[in-house]
């Protein structure tokens, strides 16, 4: 496989966890998620495909998602993590992080 | 950076080939959710940028940032349609997600391509069963000079062939109707699971 495409797949399997995590100190809109995203990774590639990947997040009740009005000239959606999305959140980070400590156990073991 | 009726116009352009897009897809009130979050996000997005006298150029980073209207359609597609018939296996988003696939890559084409097929012929088993009763002379196995030809309903009979079988036909076909209609259903949910995992769609 081309390191483009397993960077790729990697990418894709991350942004969930990442789009969570954006949101975990606090409700954030599509934009603010998308510019934290970007200032931290580079996992953001087209920033439109970032909205329905939102949309699937709060469908199966991990984010919470309202309109507010005011704030700007226009109305902007925040989301923010429910419940169910704080316990999931907190699955992943335990597994992303022993995932990584094992591959980096690997790596450590073949250099 | 504040538009001109040039730059407006762009943007509601954009806008328009999305929500058509979306139109293929998305329920209405889910597509226009959709298009409002997209349009608050180039409005924040057309704010916050420096003002230029080349609008046009500014504009169309912009929206070569965001995507492609036909590409974001379909991330929308892919999660949404997907996403609800893995879930739900009700027909209908069943068969949303089985055009996504075929319209988005080759492989989801002829993948497409053999569900369709799978659901046509259980469902020709089950309007041979539904016909039997009332048509049972042209309702049954087909025979030109004593070779099988084909199973199924002929208006009118053509000269020299004949048609065999009786009422057990109904049950028969009935059986292999729905056997292939559940066998297909199933085998599409499981693809669909698959395709979903692999999320297909370029993001």
Request: with cysteine; proline share 5%; hydrophobic share 45%.
């Amino acid at each position: 496989m081309p390191l483009d495409n397993w960077l790729e797949q990697l990418r894709r399997g991350s942004l969930d966890l990442a789009i969570l995590l954006s949101v975990s100190t606090g409700p954030r809109y599509g934009l603010a998620i998308i510019q934290h995203l970007e200032a931290f990774t580079d996992l953001v590639v087209t920033e439109g495909t970032i909205y329905p990947i939102l949309g699937r997040l709060t469908r199966e009740g991990l984010l919470e998602a309202k309109w507010v009005e005011g704030e700007a000239p226009h109305a902007r959606k925040y989301y923010r993590l429910t419940h169910l999305g704080t316990k999931r959140l907190a699955d992943m980070k335990a597994e992303w992080r022993a995932f990584s400590e094992k591959i980096g156990r690997l790596i450590h073991d073949s250099e | 950076m504040t538009l001109s009726d040039t730059g407006e116009s762009r943007v509601n352009g954009y806008l328009f080939v999305l929500e058509r897009s979306l139109g293929t897809f998305l329920p209405k009130d889910v597509r226009a959710d959709a298009v409002r979050e997209i349009e608050s996000h180039l409005r924040d997005r057309i704010a916050a940028a420096t003002p230029t006298p080349d609008e046009r150029r500014a504009l169309e980073k912009i929206l070569d940032e965001l995507g492609p209207p036909l590409r974001v359609a379909q991330a929308y597609s892919a999660e949404r349609t997907i996403d609800e018939a893995v879930t739900t296996g009700r027909m209908v988003p069943m068969l949303r997600a089985i055009w996504h696939i075929a319209l988005t890559t080759i492989g989801g084409f002829f993948t497409a391509l053999g569900l369709f097929i799978g659901y046509t012929v259980g469902a020709a088993f089950l309007i041979v069963a539904a016909l039997k009763p009332i048509f049972p002379n042209n309702v049954g196995f087909w025979f030109v000079n004593g070779i099988p030809t084909s199973i199924g309903v002929q208006f009118p009979v053509p000269p020299g062939t004949e048609m065999r079988g009786g009422y057990w036909v109904i049950p028969v076909a009935l059986v292999c109707g729905l056997g292939i209609l559940v066998g297909t259903h199933r085998g599409a949910r499981r693809l669909l699971a698959r395709w979903r995992t692999r999320r297909e769609v370029a993001l």
